[in-house]
């Protein structure tokens, strides 16, 4: 949790505590702490009955192993439950609800969409919804729009920190799509809606779980 809290920008790390009164002693301090996430196995039943004492509410996101303690959760009025072992995306997801249910969406810094590629000796101003798909080049990425395709020097897993993940979401070692246009997925691919046809992509093993998780998924 700790690196997935340093990885999104918009949220500041405060502290992080193995014991509940250790947490309670710091929060109780201040009164501009918006998010504690909250492994509800580690803190017992105290751990729970400290938020009550507090003069202001926090958003909480528990995150638990199984869901045996959910409905205790949600009697702290919790954002999201998250269950072990929690994806990026997964995590992502949470913070969206914890921020809209705090009603405070434009706290959040916004993510830029748009970004200047190099051209030759120009800078060209991309929007990102227009990048269908990205590739991995040795020491290079290729970005792709349906009439373009831009090479630059960077590595996958910076640009992948760069990018929205309301947009783009990577699902092999060489490759990050955009989301919003998967059009169906199977076992080990997937097909892109691009113009009027669709394009195949594979899909990495270790990638299909989190991708699925990142999903509005009705499956029985």
């Known amino acids: 949790m700790t690196g997935y809290v340093n990885k999104y920008a918009p949220l500041s790390l405060v502290g992080t505590f193995n014991k509940s009164e250790e947490a309670y002693n710091r929060i109780s301090k201040r009164n501009d702490i918006g998010l504690v996430i909250l492994d509800v196995q580690m803190i017992g039943e105290a751990g729970f009955n400290f938020f009550s004492k507090l003069e202001y509410s ?3 996101i528990a995150v638990s192993s199984d869901g045996e303690l959910a409905l205790k959760s949600f009697e702290l009025n919790v954002a999201d439950y998250l269950i072990k072992p929690v994806s990026y995306w997964r995590f992502i997801k949470a913070i969206d609800k914890a921020i809209i249910k705090s009603g405070h969406r434009e706290a959040a810094p916004a993510v830029s969409r748009e970004i200047f590629i190099k051209k030759g000796t120009s800078l060209v101003k991309l929007n990102l919804s227009e990048i269908i798909y990205i590739e991995a080049l040795e020491n290079y990425v290729t970005l792709n729009t349906r009439n373009e395709k ?14 929205p993940p309301d947009i ?7 490759l990050i799509i955009n989301k919003n246009l998967i059009q169906t997925i199977d076992d080990k691919s997937l097909n892109l809606n691009v113009g009027d046809s669709l ?10 779980e989190p991708l699925l998780g990142n999903l509005s998924l009705i499956a029985r």
């Open 168 to 174: 783009f979401i990577r699902v092999h070692r060489s």
């Open 150 to 163: 831009f090479t630059i020097h960077f590595t996958m897993k910076a640009l992948e920190n760069h990018l």
């Open 58 to 60: 926090p958003m909480i």
């Open 199 to 208: 394009k195949s992509f594979p899909v990495g093993r270790s990638f299909r």
